[in-house]
């Protein structure tokens, strides 16, 4: 028998020789939430933020266009997740030398004062352009924090757990990550209804990040009665611990070609079909669908209480037939059902804009050298120089869909709704005044052939198909348990215990905090970009059938094996 089949074996004794219903002890019961509750925190900060773009946008980037402020809000969110991939060398190199417990306390108290600084920070219009770099370099500090928090956890809680439960135990960090978006959903729903809109706009947004600090104290509380990882223990009692952890997970092509096909076989797409469920949905409901904030998210909120045990269930199953099936088999599925699944949550939640672009179809005809991309980080530029400038930047900022069709070089843009033609202005000679009257007037215009046409301002609640909104919203959302629920054990199997905090915490954050954070500022750039409202899935498309290919072809099974070694 060969060397891998003897350890294979070996596996399938130790799960022999396990009580068939093995109840959590005492101390694996602390180890689950201790180590939870750090993830919970996570997610709580991070859709806290998602939630509160729009108010984060206005008091921080009001110096901007309405687009470009709320781009730049969500560019912001993925700040935090572009330094997360540092994090995870940096803490997960403390928490192979050093240990798990001590680093994940370290990490948890870095994120949890970052985030509540947060609510203490003063608006663009008291500080001026220290307001949005303080918040940007807040967002930095709490994704290196967050960059070694969720390896810390997954490796402490993995390494506490029966072999034959290993994906069981690990899921509950998944399954507290929802329960920090409910939480930080209902809070702001709770904020809202007591104190009204404009209290909430004002000052009141900022409550939730306050009083986070409670939970920081308790979870901070908690983890202080662990001891350390049996089996970082045993490899310190016996000095085999690693000196270059860093070196070691990444110097040896074994290791790295590993975490490569993490990332790309399981992780990228897990991270997209993550985004794309729980953030990309709400702000398409409200920014692309007109929905109501507070109704959108009470539908995301029953969502996300019907979904969440589904993480345990697509985990206990990983038990019993392997990770690679559910998260391959989960990524297939994304990519192939993204865009009918929208295209009705267009018609369920909004049916008047769905038979208006149907029926009313708005094309924009321009000469495509004088049409910019209605995106200006520096929010200088005001779209307001050429024609196809002055219509695309009223569309976008409307979230109207629309296609581009071609014209002549020094044609005049036009605006095409249904039948009705409307010529946009010709800023060129015009001053200032002239200018700005003429595009009131062009507003003015527009709007009234949207309107004639049919394309609603808002939502019409009565319209809104509500059991058909949440069954698409659930299916979603089931999605996103699928490959989520077995990743924490895949990943700490698929690398030895020496360098597993930082071998396996490098893939889950890039994919994570790369490809998954910049999701939701990727895709409404594109939909701003190209006018189609749909436009923006093709990046969760994509990524979640690539990760299929590379995870069927390449992704190894590990729920056998021992992770002592």
Partial sequence: MSLEGERIQN???QLEDLPKHHKATKKEKLVIVASSLGTMFEWYDFYLYGLLATYISSQFFSG?????AFILALAAFAAGFAIRPFGSLVFGRLGDIVGRKYTFLVTMGLMGMSTFAVGLLPSYETIGIAAPIILVGLRLLQGLAVGGEYGGAATYVAEHAPNNKRGLYTSFIQTTATLGLIVSLMLVIGLRSVMGEE????????????VSVLLLAISLWIRMQLSESPVFQKMKDEGTTSKTPIREAFGKWKNVKFALIALFGAVAGQAVIGYTGQFYTLFYLVKI??????????LIAITLVIGTPFFIIFAWLSDRIGRKPIIVTACLIAALAYFPAFKALTYAANPALAAAVENSPVTVVADDDECSVQFDPIGENKFDSTSCDIVKAYLASHGINYSNEGAEAGMVA???IGDRVITAPDPAGLSEEEKTAAIASFHAEIQAGLDAAGYPQMAD???INKPLVLLILVGLMILVTAPYAPLAAMLVEMFQARIRYTAMSLPYHIGNGWFGGFLPSA??????????IYYGLWYPVVIAGMTFVVGLLFLPETFRRNIDD
Avoid: C, H, S
């Fill in 11 to 13: 596996m399938n004794n």
């Fill in 64 to 68: 901007v266009n309405d687009t470009t």
């Fill in 199 to 210: 209290a909430f706009a004002d000052w009141g947004w900022r409550i939730p990040f306050l």
């Fill in 289 to 298: 669908l007109k929905v109501d904030a507070g109704t959108a998210n009470i």
């Fill in 414 to 416: 036009q605006v095409n």
């Fill in 461 to 463: 609640p009565e319209q």
């Fill in 523 to 532: 895709a409404f750039a594109m939909v701003a970009a190209t006018g189609d």
